[in-house]
């Protein structure tokens, strides 16, 4: 029955089909270095791996590094910096197929933002930048082993629990930029400088948006672990980059504003 679908038609699944199917007078020296011959690479295969996907990672972060360098001595790119990056982040959402080119220059964008941030914020609370990298390299450090190990995956439930919460802290953070904006609302921090039992209120959201980030990344590290398992084509692990770039961005400028929010 097997033999009936189309694509075991293909010659690989014959018998005697196929490049790799050794020939009846191959002599044992032969076989053993058929045998000893090097894994295809991803490049040879053109599928997804844990491994091709590791290296564009470090070639995306090399490249916010740079951004970030050229946004800390020049500020006033913040602005222009978040703007383009929003662009590119919808582009890369919504694309079909997934552009190394487009992540790439997402990468740089989001850099010169983050550095331009970092310079402004660190000028007014001196020493914040290194303990916000701190904070975030220790998130993600453990979110990481914590996948790796097998004691945290993703699931269905969490996931659409984590949406709702997504969902529910956008719209929060819309209407407290619109407060802040038409100075109904007077607080350099809008509505997270509320005080609740004397406890900033940006403190204890920071605190649930910092777990929500952690679970993004478990959702980015999971999409790259079953695309590779799966076989999915080379080029959808920039998409794992995309999502891995976007959440660290994330985790890390909601841990510089937590710890603003503390000093104030």
Known sequence: MAMNNPAFRNAGFQRGGGAATAQPNMTAEQLQQMYEQPAATAAQTDRMTVEDTLGKSVVAFGILLVGAAIGWFIPALAIPAAIAGFVLALVNIFKKEPSAPLVLAYSGVQGVFVGGISGI???????????????????FGVTFALFASGKIRA?????????????SYAAFSLVNIVLMWTGVNDDP???RGAEIMGIPFGLILGVLVVIMAAYSLVLDFDFIKRGSENGLPRKYGW?????????VVWLYLEILRMIAIARD
Do not use: D, R
């Open 155 to 167: 699931s269905k439930k969490a996931t659409k629990v984590f949406m709702i919460a997504m969902i």
């Open 189 to 191: 921090w809008g509505m």
């Open 239 to 247: 998409t794992g980059v995309f999502g891995v770039i976007m959440t």
């Open 121 to 139: 914020f660190e000028t007014i609370y001196p020493g914040i930048v290194s303990q916000a990298l701190i904070g975030t390299v220790l998130v």
